[in-house]
């Protein structure tokens, strides 16, 4: 099974594929080198597929440049983030594995190569450490397959999930509804006891926690913070704005009914802004969809009567066990199946998790996190200018609302429909399989073409 730990990972914007895991797989490759690091003179890093078209917008090469140098997205100071690119930037030069200093110019060391495809996936990075005379210390290929996993590029084909036996396996949708009826359980029960299998109940907790937090805190700071976002659309935040007028409405007592659906919008917008301007968030499953979970879990927690910190952690697991099954089954990769593989997951999970935390039976919760998916099946992923701004930040929006809905008709059930999950996971991934790339986050198709810049 994927592990929560692994699904919602604490991170910096704006990508998961294009900034965290390549950050990922940088570190890797400079702690890799070890006795050769006394040695190493000079590295060369490659950029194919999608992150060679849309690397420079997604700050994939701020992201190389950090992970070199020793920085992890789950600890570095997103403040203080640009500001260590630019020092290293104007030295050319920088810390290896935060130690040792070597020559690096980012104009030159960095090659976005939008010629050579890709043999295994459109994530792929290639580092290569030389010697003073030039010579080859050591070469990997790592792949960024979505949600910051990283893997080598020639293990591509193993499974992601962990390998240590848990109490209630389960592959696919039909297998986690057979296990609740055998077991008894939620799915939020059986996620929690494979969690104890990995993990003891205070680190889970702790994890748990942590994700709330830094979820609740991208929502706040988003809402408060100003201004115009990087990458040079001139894209303006909004959310402090929205939320002004929406917070006077309800003052002169002039919210419309669908106000509560204002709220979360806004609460996704807040979110993604932040990711936009590359501010700490949790993948959920990714950074392009991290709006979607956080906006549905604070509607949940704010507007929901007697709601409780247990329904947000049966909210969580649920969802992380719809999230691994379309990541074991299909794809969260924008760069794999379009958008419809990030918010279309982050929707089906941010479904399933909220029907979970209201009661609904692990059927109505198929059936929410099946509705999710279905309605966002050929989604492109075409941002414009290779910003995760532009239709990112509103469709995050569109998503957390969907979600609602999602759970709502599902609880107005009794959990019988006649397209399974299962269907739709599988579904998703043959009309990615059939999408054309430049509709696959390399910004070479759809609105990323039509926007004309003014």
């Known amino acids: 099974m994927i592990s929560v730990f692994e699904l919602f990972k604490i991170g910096i914007g704006p990508s998961s594929s294009h900034t965290v895991g390549p950050m990922r797989a940088a570190h890797a490759f400079a702690t890799s080198l070890d006795d050769a690091l006394p040695r190493t003179a000079r590295v060369e890093v490659t950029l194919y597929g999608s992150l060679a078209w849309t690397g420079r917008g997604h700050a994939t090469d701020k992201a190389v440049i950090l992970g070199l140098a020793g920085q992890i997205p789950e600890t570095i100071d997103p403040d203080l983030a640009d500001a260590i690119v630019a020092e290293l930037s104007e030295a050319k030069s920088l810390p290896l594995c935060g130690h040792r200093r070597i020559p690096f110019d980012r104009t030159t060391d960095i090659v976005f190569d939008t010629i050579n495809q890709p043999p295994s996936h459109p994530n792929t990075l290639l580092f290569r450490a030389l010697d003073a005379h ?72 702790l994890h748990l926690d942590r994700i709330v937090t830094t979820m609740m805190a991208s929502i706040d700071r988003g809402l408060r913070t100003t201004g115009e976002l990087p990458g040079g659309l001139k894209v303006r935040r909004r959310a402090p704005d929205l939320r002004r007028s929406i917070d006077a409405a309800t003052r002169a007592n002039s919210a419309m ?70 990541k074991r089954n299909a794809s969260i990769s924008g760069a794999e199946v379009g958008c419809q593989g990030e918010v279309g997951v982050a929707c089906s999970m941010a479904a399933a998790g909220l029907t979970a935390a209201l009661g609904g039976s ?36 569109f998503g957390a609302v969907k979600a609602i809905t999602a759970a709502s008709l599902a609880l107005h059930g009794d959990g019988t429909h006649r397209i399974s999950l299962d269907q739709v996971i599988a579904t998703m991934r043959q009309t990615g399989a059939d999408m054309q790339s430049k509709y696959k986050e390399t910004s070479l198709g759809g609105l990323a073409v039509n926007f004309t810049e003014c």
């Open 362 to 397: 692990n059927a109505q919760i198929e059936n929410a996190a099946e509705i999710g998916m279905e309605h966002h099946l050929g989604m492109t992923c075409d941002p414009v200018g290779g910003l995760v701004q532009i239709p990112c930040i509103e469709r995050n929006a």
């Open 134 to 205: 030039a010579n080859l210390i050591a070469e990997q290929r790592w792949c960024s397959v979505g949600g910051g996993f990283v893997v080598p590029e020639n293990r591509i084909d193993e499974p992601l999930s962990t390998t240590v036996p848990v109490p209630y396996p389960f592959a696919n949708g039909d297998a986690l509804l057979a296990t609740g009826l055998r077991s008894g359980l939620s799915i939020a029960e059986i996620m929690r006891a494979n969690e104890l299998a990995l993990h003891d109940e205070p680190k889970l907790r």
């Open 257 to 326: 009914p669908h106000a509560p659906m204002d709220q979360v919008s806004l609460f996704a917008i807040a979110v993604n802004e932040e990711n936009a301007a590359g501010g700490r968030v949790v993948t959920a499953p990714t950074n392009g969809a991290a709006g979607v979970v956080p906006a549905v879990l604070r509607y949940y927690r704010d507007m929901v009567p007697n709601s409780t910190p247990e329904g947000m952690d049966i909210f969580l697991l649920t969802a992380t066990a719809i999230g691994g099954l379309f």
